[in-house]
C-alpha cells in the first residue's frame, strides 16, 4: 500500500535554484494538494487540482508552480527558490465527496541557503 | 488570515488530566475534519463530523461540530502520552469547493 509518495525527502537548494517536487498517488484520488508546514503555522495551501488538467491558487501560491501530469501525479516547481521558501512540503490526495479523508506524503524537507 | 483559528496553540499537561482544544470560524461549512500530526509523519484523520451538533466519541476522545457549524472542539479525557503531537483542524471552503484549509494546530504535549 503505497498510497502517496512524496520525492525526494530532503533537498538543500541555493537561492536561485530551480526544483520540482513530485508527488504521485496510487489511490484513484480525483483531487491533490500541496501545502507547506512552517513553525506555528500549521498547513497551508499552497495550489490544489481538484481533477485531471485542472489546477486552482490556495492560500500561498506565489513563488510557485504546479502540473498535474495526470490523474496520478502532481508537481510543485519552484523556479526561483528564496530563503522564505524553506519549509516542509506535504502533498495529499483525496477522493470524491466533501466529507472523505486526505491522504498525505511523509513530506520533503526543504532548505534554501 | 486563516480561516480556521485554532485554541490554544500550545498545551502541556500531565498524564491523566482532561483538555478541550477549540476550531472557530466565522465561516459555515458542511463539514470539518480533525486530523492528528506526529513529528517526521503526515497529517491522518481523526473523524470527520457533518451535522451540526453532532458529537462522535473515538475512544476518550470527543469531537463535536456547533450547531451553527461554524465552529468545533476536541475534548480528550485522562490523556496520556500518547496523545503527544499537533491537532488540526480542516474544512472546505463554502460551495462545494475542493480547496481543503487548515488552521494552525495545537501542540499538545502529555507528560508523564
Known amino acids: 500500500n503505497a498510497g502517496v509518495t512524496q520525492t525526494p525527502k530532503f533537498q538543500v537548494l541555493k537561492t536561485g535554484q530551480s526544483m520540482t517536487l513530485q508527488c504521485a498517488q496510487d489511490?484513484?484520488?480525483?483531487?491533490m494538494y500541496w501545502y507547506r508546514q512552517d513553525p506555528g503555522m500549521g498547513l497551508r495551501l499552497i495550489y490544489y487540482?481538484?481533477?485531471?488538467?485542472?489546477?486552482d491558487k490556495g492560500e500561498v501560491p506565489n513563488g510557485y508552480n504546479v502540473s498535474r501530469l495526470n490523474k496520478r501525479e502532481f508537481s510543485l516547481r519552484l523556479e526561483s527558490a528564496a530563503p522564505s521558501q524553506t519549509s516542509v512540503y506535504f502533498c495529499?490526495?483525496?477522493?470524491?465527496?466533501?466529507?472523505?479523508?486526505?491522504?498525505f506524503g511523509q513530506g520533503t524537507r526543504l532548505t534554501v541557503v | 488570515t486563516q480561516l480556521l483559528e485554532q485554541s490554544p496553540q500550545f498545551l502541556s499537561i500531565q498524564e491523566g488530566e482532561n483538555l478541550t482544544v477549540y476550531c472557530n470560524s466565522s465561516?459555515?461549512?458542511?463539514?470539518l475534519q480533525w486530523y492528528r500530526q506526529e513529528p517526521g509523519e503526515g497529517p491522518v484523520l481523526l473523524v470527520t463530523?457533518?451535522?451540526?451538533?453532532e458529537v462522535k466519541k473515538l475512544k476518550r476522545l470527543t469531537f463535536q461540530f456547533g450547531d451553527a457549524r461554524k465552529d468545533s472542539s476536541l475534548h480528550i479525557t485522562a490523556a496520556q502520552p500518547g496523545d503527544t503531537g499537533l491537532y488540526l483542524c480542516?474544512?472546505?471552503?463554502?460551495?462545494?469547493?475542493?480547496?481543503?484549509?487548515f488552521g494552525k494546530g495545537t501542540k499538545l504535549t502529555v507528560n508523564p
Open positions: 487540482s481538484a481533477s485531471e488538467g485542472t489546477t
Open positions: 495529499a490526495s483525496r477522493g470524491q465527496g466533501l466529507d472523505t479523508e486526505a491522504f
Open positions: 465561516s459555515v461549512f458542511s463539514s
Open positions: 489511490m484513484n484520488h480525483n483531487s
Open positions: 480542516a474544512a472546505y471552503s463554502q460551495g462545494g469547493s475542493e480547496k481543503l484549509v
Open positions: 463530523v457533518v451535522t451540526g451538533g
